[in-house]
């Protein structure tokens, strides 16, 4: 099987099984322009996507309380499900990329589907079910403005998973400081994952970016409106995951210096993307 028809199986597939079921491991990638390229997913009823503002998840505070920790892991699941999507689309959106690009990006959607099976054994432990509330597309709707694989990581690695570095650190605690041992390990799992993703999407930016541009310079370009660097980070900064993912000390300093975008990264309301 070609890559290309792997990710565009999770693509065209309703069925949450196939879409998250992992590669086989000995994918070619000898025609990678082979499939067209969707501006949507396809999914089963349960996980159609609803506008951002008709959905309303609590902020991690809200924890302590069943129910509400539920909804801000369903939403969490939401999350890595988009990126499962969002990296099977950019392997059918980029196919002139290098070999090593795209077996990374490969690697990483295998990253993702597990990360979404890991969040989806949570819920089921407090008796849900991933598709009992509704989705947003927060992060397909960033789509129309990836134009470049330069984009692409500015946007998924350096945007939204730059800010899942603090989510993670945030909730990781939230969850140890109500018991949940085994959420805790879960969310700190996701959490040194995402500190490779970053880096995968520094290292290329890196390549892609053209030489009399600053790796900051290069960022601020491949990210489009609503998307800015405050939506890069929670509202409390912690610089350690960016450090080790490798990004500079400029970057660094001013991802940190803007002011945060949104509440700990749930699912996000259309309201999160306004300045
Ligand atoms: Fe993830
Ligand atoms: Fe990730």
Not at 52 to 58: A, C, E, F, L, N
Not at 163 to 171: F, G, I, P, S, Y
Request: net charge negative; glycine share 6%.
């Amino acid at each position: 099987m070609e890559i290309h028809q792997f990710a565009h199986q999770i693509l065209s597939s309703e069925s949450l099984e196939t879409k998250l079921n992992p590669a086989p491991p000995d994918l070619t990638d000898e025609q990678p322009s082979g499939s067209p390229l969707p501006s949507q997913p396809v999914r089963n009823s349960e996980l159609k996507i609803v506008p951002g503002k008709s959905v309303r998840v609590p902020p991690v505070d809200g924890f302590p309380d069943q129910s509400q920790r539920e909804r801000i892991v369903h939403a969490l699941a939401n999350h890595e499900f988009q990126a499962v999507e969002l990296f099977a689309w950019a392997l059918l959106a980029f196919p002139d990329t290098p070999s090593k690009f795209r077996r990374g990006l490969l690697k990483i959607l295998d990253d993702e589907q597990r990360h979404t099976r890991m969040y989806i054994a949570c819920l089921e432990r407090m008796g849900k079910r991933f598709g009992d509330f509704p989705v947003t597309g927060y992060f397909w709707n960033k789509v129309p403005n990836i134009k470049s694989p330069q984009d692409f990581v500015c946007t998924m690695s350096l945007t939204f998973e730059n800010a899942n570095l603090d989510h993670t650190t945030e909730n990781a605690l939230a969850a140890q400081k109500i018991g949940d041992k085994k959420l805790a390990q879960v969310i700190e799992q996701i959490h040194d994952d995402e500190i490779d993703h970053v880096k995968f999407g520094w290292t290329w930016l890196k390549r892609f970016k053209s030489k009399d541009h600053s790796m900051w310079e290069a960022y601020s370009q491949g990210i489009t409106r609503p998307l800015r660097p405050g939506l890069a980070r929670g509202r409390k900064f912690h610089p350690e995951g960016r450090v080790e993912a490798g990004l500079d000390d400029e970057f660094i300093q001013k991802i940190s210096d803007s002011i945060p975008g949104m509440e700990a990264g749930y699912e996000s309301s259309e309201e999160s993307d306004r300045p």
